[in-house]
């Protein structure tokens, strides 16, 4: 075809995407990712509207996995941007978005973009209502149904999060979808964890008893472990809450859990003034991770892209660690235990700005890592207080308040004045729809075609 300069025409893309799959297939991601490019770039330039947009959703679709398995992730997330948009702008290849669509739920929760990750979730809930019957739909409905509750619960809206999942078991009971339940019963422990204790514990414990049922042991150990810090911190049944984590960690669940496991049976501990054996199980839970690992060698390890999970519960066990000091300081008064916690806190510092640092963090994908990193300043204070160590104190004080503020001021240093015109004019196109969207019911024909309209705004300067 280039001997004889054809028209780079529907065959011509089609032979860019096939011999792109062949190089997948052979391990050749480069050569793979580069024929699939040239493919799109030609689609692009075609006339044949309809059949070319459902091969770029397919190239789009084809990218996000090359990029997955390079582990070239800002790639692959503009990949998923673009192989949605273009879904929806020519309503064709919606069963190729699924799988895309929750993945960048999951994304845009762990990087803590809540708002967008709830319209997301809601459209991938609406596009397999509306286009997609696989033997997956619903477990994939389970999971934008999840991710919108977290998105709302750590946005603190707390009700509407109730209401859709009681909304969402009701559905499922009449249905018959009794093996699906148990995420919804562990969402709505949650959900009442800050409220009330006594239904937190009962609708973790269902949810455990489901997953029994189903034989999904990962799910049963996060049951577990969770019901074990209520029994141990809200009823002050240490014994029994030290019984449930040991009964979750014989689960042999993955990394990330064990560690959250370990770390939970440390707080116990904690809570029982048995410090070294508190000590003992932070050590564990940092040896799921690397054996002999410990906040200081934290400083020494690159995390790029291992899990936001994995990220969090290390930040997470480095203060509780450093609080088991500062609460053996107060219980002995040995002002060693105060030099131990401080020096904990210190290097959790260092750990988060290493964190943002390699994971290079955004003003709007900043949010759980500014709650954790207030946790850890205002932790640190009581200690400097403690201490009567004022230099540290003013430190972790000027962090704290700046924590707040750094990014937004940097990321407004690199927009120019064009382009933060052009974010107040999209945001204000997204207000105006989301708020046509409110008028809307959920299960009317109108309100999947006004989730689309929302979508695409979003999205409209694809990468690619």
């Given amino acids: 075809m280039k001997t004889c300069h054809l028209e780079k025409d529907s065959s011509y893309m089609f032979l860019m995407q096939k011999i792109g799959v062949l190089y997948h297939r052979k391990g050749n991601y480069v050569a ?5 490019k040239e493919s799109i770039n030609s689609a692009k330039t075609s006339p044949n509207a309809y059949r070319i947009t459902s091969l ?19 790639n ?5 941007h673009s192989c949605i948009a273009y879904a929806i702008k020519g309503n064709v290849g919606f069963d190729k978005v699924i799988a895309p669509l929750n993945d960048q739920t999951e994304y845009l929760y762990n990087k803590g973009e809540y708002s967008l990750c709830n319209k997301i979730a809601k459209l991938g809930e609406e596009i397999i209502r509306k286009y997609y019957n696989g033997k997956d739909s619903i477990s994939y409905i389970v999971a934008f149904v999840i991710k919108q509750v977290d998105a709302l619960y750590i946005s603190n809206n707390i009700s509407a999060a109730e209401e859709l999942l009681e909304e969402k078991i009701l559905q499922f009971r009449k249905k018959g979808y009794y093996n699906h339940l148990a995420a919804f019963y562990n969402s709505l422990g949650t959900v009442n964890i800050k409220k009330n204790h006594t239904k937190a514990l009962s609708y973790f414990l269902l949810a455990y008893k489901v997953n029994s049922i189903t034989k999904f042991w990962k799910g049963c150990a996060q049951n577990l472990a969770l019901a074990a810090t209520i029994y141990a911190k809200n009823f002050n049944q240490y014994d029994k809450g030290l019984k449930y984590c040991g009964k979750a960690i014989k689960y042999h669940v993955d990394a990330t859990d064990s560690l959250y496991i370990l770390k939970q049976t440390g707080n116990i501990y904690v809570l029982k003034r048995e410090y070294d054996k508190a000590q003992y199980f932070f050590q564990q839970a940092y040896n799921t991770v ?10 020494k390890n690159s995390f790029q892209f291992p899990g936001f999970d994995v990220l969090q519960n290390l ?7 450093g609080d088991a000091y500062l609460q053996q300081y107060y219980h002995t008064k040995n002002d060693s235990f105060l030099t131990k916690a401080l020096g904990v806190y210190k290097k959790g510092d260092l750990f988060l700005a290493k964190i943002k640092n390699e994971q290079q963090l955004q003003l709007g994908s900043n949010l759980v890592w500014r709650n954790t990193a207030r946790n850890l300043y205002e932790h640190s204070i009581e200690a400097c207080y403690a201490n009567n160590n004022i230099g540290d104190a003013f430190y972790f004080f000027e962090k704290s308040r700046a924590v707040l503020l750094n990014d937004q001021i940097n990321e407004q240093r690199w927009m120019a004045d064009a382009d933060i015109a052009k974010q107040a004019n999209l945001k204000k196109t997204i207000i105006e729809l989301e708020r046509e969207l409110g008028t ?23 990468r690619y």
């Fill in 290 to 299: 690397q054996y002999g690992m410990n906040e200081t060698f934290l400083l």
């Fill in 56 to 74: 770029l959703v397919d190239n789009y679709y084809n990218l996000f996995y090359y990029y997955n398995e390079t582990k070239q992730f800002e």
């Fill in 76 to 80: 692959k997330y503009a990949a998923i």
């Fill in 32 to 36: 793979a990712i580069d024929f699939t």
């Fill in 315 to 321: 930040s997470d066990l480095t203060r509780d660690k």
């Fill in 440 to 462: 809307v019911p959920a299960s009317s024909e109108e309100y999947l075609t006004v989730q689309k309209k929302n979508y695409i705004p979003a999205y409209r300067n694809l």
